[in-house]
């Protein structure tokens, strides 16, 4: 540790005031197959020896102890049911959760939800569980909690295909189901704020927006359906002191205004390869608004390219969204396990040498 280096907490409140911190702050985000072939190769016993091996500026994130109604195995608190998809072969092999079974899938009107499903509680959760996830850690790492991915959980409630059709055949069940997501998620969150004041750094208000080239969804419904809600969050959000960071992939760049206007702080993955997503537009014309995070291209770059090429791809992403300040790097998302470790351990160590400002 050099002398006078913030710890992680100082580094993203730097940046996050528009700041220049001492180093560029990084972050990880991966598979579990990806981080245990990775400890493997670094020979590291725990997440605690990865993060400091990595210089990895660690966001502890805190919830709730869930104290409901027992949930099966293969299920979740909404009632969505869940098989695990085998991919790859080898040490390049992994596991993710489709969900299978969507329980509103089968109502046609408001009325027959109302009366059919039952919907979670926020009684559901212990908050007291929260303030030991950060005892010790407060003053030294930032701190995540709350927010909401709405949309994604209605996808799951109704079935991708019938969802996306809903917003153009069924708008009074998209309307009544996402008040009914929201209204949870917000308690949720001020509840969890509440438990521990004034330490809660950063919440995420997200919702994927965007496929390679385009949006996913119309501008008038995302203005219609999804943001009037995500402000209400995010004012909440503001209203204990934190900052909002948005996940949503692809090509966004047509509702970052939008986004911005509603209160979001920090854009994430900024996948620059996206059709309209250009670095040095995006640094240009938001740098002054907003925090950028992530950038580091996992479709291509970091399970593809050479060494050297992560290393450009890095000192790239610091040179024009770290101008000045106002960047967190990391993957653009979840680190497949195809990526050599070697690549992440160039992609995190030549953030370490040459993010210093």
């Known amino acids: 540790m050099r002398e006078g280096e913030m710890t992680p907490r100082e ?22 197959e990806a981080t245990a072939r990775l400890m493997r190769y670094l020979k590291c016993k725990n997440m605690r020896e990865l993060y400091e091996r990595l210089h990895i500026d660690r966001v502890i994130h805190v919830a709730p102890k869930y104290i409901g109604p027992p949930i099966p195995p293969d ?78 959980i209605y996808k799951r409630l109704r079935g991708e295909k019938q969802a996306y059709l809903d ?72 209203h204990y002191g934190a900052y909002v960071m948005t996940h949503s992939d692809g090509a966004i760049r047509r509702i970052i205004p939008d986004l911005i206007s509603i209160g979001m702080d920090i854009l994430d993955p900024i996948q620059w390869r996206c059709r309209g997503m250009d670095r040095e537009e995006l640094k240009r014309t938001f740098g002054d608004k907003i925090v950028f995070h992530g950038a580091m291209d996992n479709q291509k770059t970091l399970a593809f390219g050479s060494e050297e090429e992560i290393r450009q791809e890095v000192r790239d992403n610091i040179r024009i969204l770290g101008e000045g300040g106002g960047y967190i790097l990391g993957p653009c998302h979840n680190i497949q396990v195809i990526t050599p470790p070697k690549h992440i351990v160039a992609m995190y160590d030549e953030g370490y040498k040459s993010g210093w400002y």
């Open 75 to 152: 299920g979740d608190m909404f009632g969505c049911r869940y098989v695990e998809i085998m991919y790859g072969h080898g040490e390049n092999a992994g596991v993710y959760r489709e969900c299978v079974y969507h329980p509103l899938a089968k109502f046609k009107t408001v009325r027959e939800i109302e009366k059919e499903y039952k919907w979670p509680s926020v009684d559901w959760f212990d908050y007291s569980a929260i303030t030991d996830q950060i005892k010790g850690y407060e003053d030294i790492y930032p701190i995540s909690g709350g927010g909401c991915e709405v949309f994604l």
């Open 167 to 238: 917003l153009y055949l069924a708008p009074n069940i998209v309307h009544y189901c996402l008040d009914k997501l929201f209204d949870f998620y917000y308690e949720y969150t001020r509840l969890i704020f509440e438990q521990i004041p004034g330490k809660i750094l950063i919440s995420s208000v997200s919702e994927d927006l965007g496929s390679q080239t385009g949006l996913l969804y119309s501008p008038k419904h995302i203005r219609e359906y999804f943001l009037p809600r995500m402000k209400r969050m995010m004012d909440l959000i503001h």
């Open 11 to 32: 580094r993203w409140l730097a940046v996050l005031r528009h700041r220049k911190p001492d180093r560029v702050p990084m972050t990880y985000r991966a598979t579990e």
